[in-house]
């Protein structure tokens, strides 16, 4: 009897059918699991990309302008945004510029707006901004653009829902600084 069941444990050991079938169960969730989250970590850095490239995109637009800057132009570049990265996420911008002060070697608030669910700097708040900023020559103006974007993972797979933000500094171009058709609103949103 014991030489028997030995015998059976053995042919049972050395059979090799329906190997492939347990490998493929115990594998499949594997596969499955580690390609959703390349899909989840491609996407996830891809529209971070897409993000940084639209606030540049922004940042150079603003940078070559010379006329005065409206509402109307600011609706519009959060509209040029919402294009660019075209995912129905929460966005928001923030467009401000600083003049820099070599006497107080500090940065001035010359105006800021903003849209979404961000607010503009107030002379109070922009200190935030100004500790960030380089330092530039005596009363040269810089435009920042700031950009913030609530990105939702399409698969809970170790990417938590997390907020894209962009800072970009750039100075005018053909202009020595932006200005804001009411030149008397330092600041509104």
Do not use: C
Not at 91 to 107: I, M, Q, T
Not at 111 to 130: E, V
Not at 167 to 180: E, G
């Amino acid at each position: 009897m014991k030489l028997r069941l030995k015998s059976r444990l053995a042919r049972f050991r050395r059979d090799s059918e329906g190997s492939y079938s347990v490998e493929t169960i115990l594998l499949l969730p594997m596969l499955a699991w580690a390609i959703l989250a390349m899909y989840s970590y491609f996407d996830g850095l891809r529209l971070a990309n897409v993000n940084v490239k639209a606030a540049h995109t922004i940042s150079d637009i603003l940078s070559r302008e010379t006329e005065p800057m409206n509402d109307n132009f600011i609706d519009g570049t959060e509209r040029l945004l919402a294009f660019l990265v075209n995912r129905s996420y929460d966005k928001s911008l923030r467009v401000s510029v600083f003049r820099f002060d070599g006497d107080a070697n500090a940065f001035d608030l010359v105006w800021s707006r903003a849209r979404g669910t961000i607010d503009a700097y107030t002379d109070a708040s922009a200190g935030a901004a100004s500790d960030r900023l380089p330092i530039t020559a005596n009363g040269d103006s810089v435009i920042v653009v700031e950009t913030w974007m609530n990105y939702r993972s399409a698969f809970v797979m170790g990417l938590s829902d997390t907020v894209l933000y962009n800072f970009l500094v750039t100075s005018p171009r053909f202009a020595p600084q932006l200005l804001w058709e009411d030149a008397g609103a330092a600041s509104s949103s």
